[in-house]
Nanobody, 126 residues
Framework: QVQLVESGGGLVQAGGSLRLSCAAS????????MGWFRQAPGNEREFVAA????????YYADSVKGRFTISRDNAKNTVHLQMNSLKPEDTAVYSC???????????????????WGQGTQVTVSS
């Protein structure tokens, strides 16, 4: 059973930074891409960032490009999301996700991810 546990959320002022972490267990972590998504109240869950299984390829939503950085440590079965220059519109519950299988590409649609963490709240005050 794949388990994902996020940490690192909190309250921060606009312009500040937070680093989210996601610890994975239950299968060989390095065999799968990983992703981060977020959901604000009243909105659908949206793609934030994704990373290939080796960490060599990363993808970002246009809204976070240049401000957020996704990374992974395959030795520690963790994936991180460094968030800089945070804006009030970044306020959401952030969840890490893992796909059901290795698709051979890095998925960016929430429908391609089968396993989800419980989420961590990020609140950015203006």
């Amino acid at each position: 059973q794949v388990q994902l546990v996020e940490s690192g959320g909190g309250l921060v002022q606009a312009g500040g930074s937070l680093r989210l972490s996601c610890a994975a267990s239950g299968r060989t972590f390095s065999n799968y891409a990983m992703g981060w998504f977020r959901q604000a109240p009243g909105n659908e869950r949206e793609f934030v960032a994704a990373i290939s299984k080796s960490g060599g390829s990363t993808y970002y939503a246009d809204s976070v490009k240049g401000r957020f950085t996704i990374s992974r440590d395959n030795a520690k079965n963790t994936v991180h999301l460094q968030m800089n220059s945070l804006k009030p519109e970044d306020t959401a519950v952030y969840s890490c996700a893992a796909p059901y299988r290795d698709y051979g590409f890095v998925p960016r649609s929430r429908y391609e991810y089968a396993y989800w963490g419980q989420g961590t709240q990020v609140t950015v005050s203006s």
